[in-house]
């Protein structure tokens, strides 16, 4: 049986996922680490608007940041990501919680 805890970062994690911009923020690191002003560009939202959702998926440890000279890079949590043979092949993204999953199917 799951401890508490498990089931709150996972209700956490799914809250923060709530949210359509931040669907379209994981959905675009799926391709790969970027920074705010990156993502912003590919997304055609304002940086700060970015920033704010980026935050929220930080602390709900979706993604993770490092910082590399003056930019903040993200990238989706390894812990989060599932990238098995099969989701490879089918080229489907797959989002891990520990207690439910899902896929962002390509168009």
């Known amino acids: 049986m799951k401890k508490k805890l498990e089931y709150e970062l996972c209700a956490t994690r799914l809250k923060a996922l709530a949210d359509p ?14 920074n705010v002003s990156e993502l912003s560009e590919k997304l055609g939202e304002e940086i700060v608007k970015i920033s704010h959702h980026l935050g929220v998926l930080r602390h709900a440890a979706v993604v993770q940041s490092r910082k590399q000279g003056r930019y903040v890079i993200y990238q989706l949590h390894p812990d989060v990501v599932a990238c098995g043979k099969e989701a490879t092949q089918n080229q489907t993204r797959r989002i891990d919680l520990g207690c439910c999953s899902f896929d962002l199917d390509r168009p």
């Open 21 to 34: 911009d931040r669907l379209r923020i994981v959905e675009q690191l799926f391709q790969g680490a970027m």
